[in-house]
């Protein structure tokens, strides 16, 4: 059992409790069984809880309407200093998770091969709450579950014992059940919010004339009473057959061939209820003056894209319904081939070549709209809402496939590996955040190319020296419709976001046996990550560089007690982990920042 606990590091200026707590605990058990010398059952069972008020989301770009915000009152942090730790949410962030699962993994022997048999269940249920404008007004708050249910089998026949011909067969079966949504509220500062852009923008009163022009009840738009809820079932039903081979061609090399056959379906639910006025009016054709469309009046059009602007979810079509698909069906057949020698009792080289595969990916979020290849048939069928937006609903598989050459070498007081790699991904799935959801979309393709390598050196029993570094060259060979901050834009060419081309570990670890038999160590270790972009839909002004040293000291006693002492971040290194536009706040920007140092103990018991 694990318990893990910390106090909150971000403080509140309007009042509340502080966030970027720890809260969570889990147990773990297991139990071997063996009835004979050739029969083997493992059980396990694990449970687990979070319960935490996450996450800090630091100002770093206060766009245009941070006047409006203040000028009504609400609190919007400086932007010059992301890692000030402060916040001004008007309410606590909450979320929860219980996960649970269970296994059992038969074992049997047999002459000459051997059967393996794991069954898995794992139950994931989690909550959020959380203020998304990211202000002290209440403008906008947002509440969610999610509900998974896995089921896995593995069956496997592996030889045993030395043959110049060793083999693994098996299958593998996956289904799964998600049930998740959320509810975008609209809180009680969200109408005055909007009229104070309005009179901002030159439009002073507008959303109250368009609200007469309908002959709605004034303060329709943007009422406290307005909410969002999107619902999201999705059922993953995929099995996969594999078999791999390895031929001792002679004691020294050996070639190894695998392969798999997968496939993948999974069916789709989606409704959603709207209360967003606004975001329901099709403004462009049904907005009229004496009969007459605003555009078509030279004095009113302007209004036009002011009120577009705002509508800030349209509505979301059901799935399934007459004309979208609501259900993928993918397959594929894989395969990797890998030749090993053993040059001597130091050197191993290799060179191996594979192929991967990735089924489609569904957008179960609230940007989970249908294709624009579709709009004909839905406004045909009438089944197309008012003010309804396309872009897609779920992304095509991609398709992977990897070159490799490496060196493995071992030596008395240490080791070195390396591997030179080539990787291409037709089709690559990309998920980017909008600030309201994710929109996913297919590359054309991506590619990279890079060396990695991990080393140890122990110049003494008490000494380990460790080095480990990854040089990538990341680029999109074709990515047309890829999302931008002003919308689709085309990135082939350029370097994907947040992958980073130098990424160096290097350790020092001091251990001793004190006179009681007890082991100690003092162990330091330091993370460096070159400067990257944050996200393609972001200013490229908000980048990512990470260069962090921790350090522990630890004992482990004979009775099975172990305590540990531990600073992470000892250098209180700053950086952004991720970047976002947030809702209805165009030109602001918010982002994660890492934590600062922290220190703290750990204690457990074996037995």
């Given at each position: 059992m694990v318990f893990n606990k910390r106090d909150g590091y971000t403080d509140s200026v309007v009042g509340l409790n502080k966030i970027n707590n720890r809260d969570r605990w889990n147990i773990r058990g297991q139990a071997l069984y063996e009835?004979?010398?050739?029969?083997?059952?493992?059980?396990?069972?694990?449970?687990?809880?979070?319960?935490?008020?996450?996450?800090?989301?630091?100002?770093?770009?206060?766009?245009?309407?941070?006047?409006?915000?203040?000028?009504?009152?609400?609190?919007?942090?400086?932007?010059?200093?992301?890692?000030?730790?402060?916040s001004s949410l008007n309410i606590?962030?909450?979320?929860?998770?219980?996960?649970?699962?269970?296994?059992?993994?038969?074992?049997?022997?047999?002459?000459?091969?051997?059967?393996?048999?794991?069954?898995?269940?794992?139950?994931?249920?989690?909550?959020?709450?959380?203020?998304?404008?990211?202000?002290?007004?209440?403008?906008?708050?947002?509440?969610?579950?999610?509900?998974?249910?896995t089921i896995t089998q593995e069956l496997r026949?592996?030889?045993?014992?030395?043959?110049?011909?060793?083999?693994?067969?098996?299958?593998?079966?996956?289904?799964?059940?998600?049930?998740?949504?959320?509810?975008?509220?609209?809180?009680?500062?969200?109408?005055?919010?909007?009229?104070?852009?309005?009179?901002?923008?030159?439009?002073?009163?507008?959303?109250?004339?368009?609200?007469?022009?309908?002959?709605?009840?004034?303060?329709?738009?943007?009422?406290?009473?307005?909410?969002v809820n999107s619902e999201f079932t999705q059922d993953n039903d995929a099995y996969s057959l594999f078999a791999n081979f390895d031929y001792h061609i002679t004691e020294d090399f050996t070639a190894i061939f695998g392969v798999s056959y997968t496939k993948d379906e999974k069916t789709i639910t989606v409704e959603q209820i709207n209360k967003d006025v606004l975001s329901g009016l099709d403004i462009d054709t049904e907005l009229t003056a004496f009969g007459v469309p605003l555009s078509l009046i030279p004095t009113l059009a302007p209004a036009?894209?002011?009120?577009?602007?705002?509508?800030?979810?349209?509505?979301?079509?059901?799935?399934?319904?007459?004309?979208?698909?609501?259900?993928?069906?993918?397959?594929?057949?894989?395969?990797?081939?890998?030749?090993?020698?053993?040059?001597?009792?130091?050197?191993?080289?290799?060179?191996?070549?594979?192929?991967?595969?990735?089924?489609?990916?569904?957008?179960?979020?609230?940007?989970?709209?249908?294709?624009?290849?579709?709009?004909?048939?839905?406004?045909?069928?009438?089944?197309?809402?008012?003010?309804?937006?396309?872009?897609?609903?779920?992304?095509?598989?991609?398709?992977?496939?990897?070159?490799?050459l490496g060196l493995k070498a071992r030596f008395k007081k240490g080791a070195f590996n390396v591997t030179l790699f080539d990787q291409t991904i037709?089709?690559?799935?990309?998920?980017?955040?909008?600030?309201?959801?994710?929109?996913l979309a297919n590359a054309g393709k991506q590619s990279t190319q890079g060396v990695e390598f991990d080393s140890v050196y122990n110049p003494t029993e008490n000494w380990s020296f460790t080095l480990a570094g990854t040089f990538l060259d990341p680029v999109y060979d074709s990515f047309v419709g890829a999302t931008g901050i002003d919308g689709p834009?085309?990135?082939?060419?350029?370097?994907?976001?947040?992958?980073?081309?130098?990424?160096?570990?290097?350790?020092?670890?001091?251990?001793?046996?004190?006179?009681?038999?007890?082991?100690?160590?003092?162990?330091?270790?330091?993370?460096?990550?070159?400067?990257?972009?944050l996200a393609e839909n972001v200013p490229d002004s908000l980048t990512r560089e990470v260069g962090t040293l921790n350090a522990t000291a630890g004992l482990s006693f004979n009775n099975g007690l172990n305590l540990q002492l531990w600073v992470r971040n000892l250098n209180n290194d700053e950086y952004l982990h991720s970047a976002f536009?947030?809702?209805i706040q165009a030109g602001s920007y918010n982002a994660y920042p890492s934590q600062p140092r922290m220190y703290g103990a750990s204690v457990s018991y074996e037995f």
């Open positions: 009835p004979t010398s050739d029969v083997t059952l493992r059980f396990i069972a694990d449970y687990s809880e979070i319960d935490e008020a996450c996450c800090t989301a630091a100002d770093v770009i206060n766009g245009p309407t941070t006047a409006a915000v203040r000028a009504l009152g609400g609190v919007v942090l400086d932007d010059n200093d992301p890692f000030s730790y402060k606590d962030p909450d979320n929860t998770v219980q996960d649970s699962g269970v296994s059992v993994q038969l074992d049997i022997d047999f002459d000459g091969f051997s059967f393996t048999s794991i069954s898995a269940l794992r139950s994931n249920d989690s909550d959020f709450l959380n203020d998304v404008d990211y202000t002290s007004l209440d403008i906008l708050r947002e509440g969610g579950h999610t509900k998974i249910d026949l592996t030889s045993t014992g030395k043959q110049t011909l060793e083999w693994m067969v098996g299958a593998y079966i996956f289904q799964e059940e998600v049930i998740t949504g959320d509810t975008l509220y609209y809180g009680d500062d969200i109408r005055t919010f909007f009229d104070a852009l309005m009179t901002a923008g030159g439009a002073d009163g507008l959303l109250a004339g368009v609200e007469q022009v309908y002959g709605l009840e004034q303060g329709s738009f943007f009422s406290n009473e307005s909410f036009i894209p002011i009120l577009n602007s705002i509508q800030l979810l349209p509505p979301m079509p059901s799935l399934p319904n007459d004309v979208e698909q609501s259900k993928s069906e993918d397959s594929k057949t894989t395969w990797s081939m890998r030749l090993a020698y053993e040059v001597n009792d130091n050197f191993n080289v290799f060179a191996s070549a594979a192929t991967g595969f990735k089924a489609s990916s569904w957008n179960l979020g609230r940007n989970s709209n249908p294709f624009l290849a579709d709009q004909a048939a839905m406004e045909s069928a009438g089944i197309a809402l008012a003010n309804q937006t396309y872009g897609g609903r779920f992304a095509s598989p991609e398709e992977a496939k990897v070159y490799e037709e089709g690559f799935q990309s998920s980017i955040f909008i600030g309201t959801g994710y929109v834009i085309d990135l082939s060419g350029e370097k994907p976001a947040g992958i980073h081309e130098r990424s160096i570990t290097a350790g020092i670890t001091y251990s001793y046996e004190l006179e009681n038999g007890a082991y100690g160590y003092v162990r330091t270790d330091y993370i460096y990550e070159s400067e990257v972009y536009p947030p809702p």
